[in-house]
């Protein structure tokens, strides 16, 4: 009797893991996500550039800015329009080999799936004039 009851378990823990197995099989072929392009605009000779392009929050960012004139400084901060986020202060370094300007930054999340940004840029050229650009954009959990 004790052989039947232990044969009996033994053919419903294989049932179940044939079953379990059978269900992970199911599972539809996953396609790789998409690539998406980078998030690009022109503000007059200033070209932006940020990628990942669909400017995911808690994620590394790049923000890159390429001019038509020469530039000695560049900085910039990233301010909440949605929802009040504080400043975000950007940080550049030039790489004179590419002749980009390049910031690497994070947004922070909030209950906004889709916030909206306000990009605040303050360029001064070989002269020392100082010019000011802004622009908004829209980031998302991913």
């Given at each position: 009797?004790?052989?039947?009851?232990?044969?009996?378990?033994?053919?419903?823990?294989?049932?179940?893991?044939?079953?379990?197995?059978?269900?992970?099989?199911?599972?539809?072929?996953?396609?790789p996500a998409a690539a998406i392009a980078d998030w690009q605009i022109a503000l007059g000779d200033i070209q932006l550039t940020i990628s990942p392009g669909q400017i995911p929050v808690e994620t590394l960012l790049r923000l890159q800015l390429r001019s038509e004139q020469?530039?000695?400084?560049?900085s910039a901060e990233m301010t909440g329009v949605s929802m009040y986020m504080g400043k975000i202060p950007l940080r550049f370094t030039f790489d004179a080999a590419t002749g980009l300007w390049s910031?690497?930054?994070?947004?922070?999340?909030?209950?906004?799936?889709?916030?909206?940004w306000q990009l605040q840029l303050q360029l001064t050229d070989s002269s020392g004039t100082v010019r000011q650009l802004s622009t908004q954009l829209q980031s998302s959990w991913r």
């Open positions: 009797m004790k052989e039947s009851g232990l044969l009996k378990r033994c053919f419903s823990i294989v049932a179940m893991l044939l079953f379990v197995v059978g269900i992970g099989g199911c599972e539809g072929k996953k396609e020469p530039l000695q400084l560049v910031s690497d930054f994070m947004l922070g999340a909030c209950s906004d799936p889709k916030m909206i």
